[in-house]
């Protein structure tokens, strides 16, 4: 088989998908400034950053929990009787 037939061959067996209109402007606007070479390659990189996402996730998963702990002790009122520091009130 050619090049050109099994390039036609993978194109027409791969996978379809739906997106909005505005994930797809946000693919377009990438390839077209010329940082990626092709809507397959914005992609990839996404593919990669998501794994990126997930193995930090992965190893930090109740990061959020700890988030909110730290932001319900700022927010308390004696939050800097216990570090021997003073609140400042929050400006208007």
Request: charged share 30%; glycine share 4%; hydrophobic share 35%.
């Amino acid at each position: 088989m050619s090049e050109h037939a099994t390039a036609e061959a993978e194109e027409a067996s791969a996978p379809t998908m739906t997106v909005t209109p505005e994930f797809e402007r946000a693919v377009l606007e990438r390839v077209e400034s010329g940082d990626y070479e092709s809507t397959e390659h914005v992609l990839a990189v996404c593919v990669e950053a998501l794994g990126i996402h997930e193995d930090i996730m992965h190893e930090m998963p109740d990061i959020h929990v700890v988030e909110l702990r730290v932001a319900r002790y700022e927010r308390s009122p004696d939050s800097g009787k216990r570090s021997g520091r003073t609140r400042k009130a929050p400006a208007h």
